[in-house]
């Protein structure tokens, strides 16, 4: 389902998803993630659909993406629909490209690393690039990779209301940059692939780590230029260790253990600021997901800060 137009979502018409990339098994910071975005769809009688972000190739850790999936199943995360792997998706990636290929918006870039890092000043998410390239016209053969391709920002303001952090504003032109499409390795970028998916599968709600709430302006400046509908976002709480690193493979996040599910769970929902009662302990996942579904309630999340941290490391 492609929703072409902003007309306000029925809540029957709900569809979310949950979205990890395969670079280690899942630890408590994605639980939450998957946690929020499958608590928020249940309550609102949606669907909750996963997507295996495995674009990027080197990043994989080989059978990443099916502990995840065991894991997912093993906490009665249960997904609607069949899993989707974005390496299976790549005609459509290129469908988009083309299409702002035609508007003119994309051009092709040569500049390394290092001629960006020594020409750019450093934004919110890294260097912004200051459009060396942007006369550059794109070649005949698109197939041919060597170059990166980038989208032509502009300079008019984004804004978005989050449900939690509420009015959200960015200009892409001055705080990001022309951003890269598809790499010169010829891999479609997280912010092509995520946009085009998220339309693709119709999904009107997107609820995921504060932590990409910098990407969410790009996605809806893409979304604006290919005619999608923007979904409704949603930006977690992010779990931090206890010296305020974000809990990833490379801060060294302990894998969720199966013994552990009960307790990892009731952890994840009283992060994400809900009062599970005590019994709750004493019962079993059926039990847990019964009066989870039930009793969501999004102003419970705590929303003013952007992380909290916890002891969650192995
Ligand atoms: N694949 C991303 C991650 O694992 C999440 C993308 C998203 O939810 O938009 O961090």
């Known amino acids: 389902m492609l929703l072409k137009d902003n007309v306000p979502i029925a809540q029957s018409m709900y569809r979310g998803r949950f979205a990890p990339s395969p670079t280690g098994p899942l630890h408590f910071g994605s639980l939450v993630a998957a946690v929020g975005s499958y608590l928020d769809a249940k309550f609102n009688d949606g669907k909750w659909l996963v997507r295996i972000e495995d674009l990027d190739r080197q990043r994989e850790v080989s059978g990443a993406a099916d502990d995840i999936l065991r894991t997912l199943e093993a906490l009665g995360l249960e997904w609607d629909d069949e899993v989707v792997y974005q390496t299976q998706r790549l005609r459509f990636y290129q469908q988009a490209l083309d299409d702002l290929i035609k508007q003119k918006l994309i051009y092709p870039c040569h500049c390394s690393r290092k001629e960006i890092a020594d020409s750019s000043v450093v934004g919110i998410n890294g260097p912004i690039y200051p459009g ?62 995520v946009v085009v998916d998220d339309a693709l599968q119709g999904i009107t709600h997107v609820v995921r780590g504060a932590d990409l709430i910098d990407s969410t302006p790009r996605q809806i400046f893409l979304q604006q230029l290919l005619g999608y509908a923007t979904p409704c976002y949603m930006h977690l709480p992010i779990v931090t260790n206890n010296v305020g690193e974000k809990l990833s493979k490379q801060t060294r996040a302990s894998a969720i253990q199966f013994q552990n599910a009960l307790t990892n769970l009731i952890q994840a929902i009283q992060f994400l600021g809900q009062n599970p009662p005590e019994e709750l302990k004493q019962g079993n996942i059926a039990s847990f997901w019964q009066w989870a579904k039930k ?20």
Not at 152 to 179: H, M, P, W
Not at 308 to 313: E, K, P, R, W
Request: net charge positive.
């Open 132 to 193: 060396t390239c942007s006369q550059n016209a794109l070649p005949l053969t698109q197939t041919i990779h060597g170059h990166a391709l980038r989208v032509r920002t502009q300079s008019d303001c984004i804004v978005f209301a989050d449900v939690l952090r509420g009015k959200y504003s960015q200009n892409l032109k001055q705080e990001i940059g022309d951003f890269v499409l598809r790499r010169a390795d010829g891999i479609y970028t997280y912010q092509l692939a």
């Open 295 to 314: 009793n969501w309630r999004v102003e419970k999340i705590p929303h003013n800060c952007n992380t909290i941290s916890g002891d969650y490391m192995s």
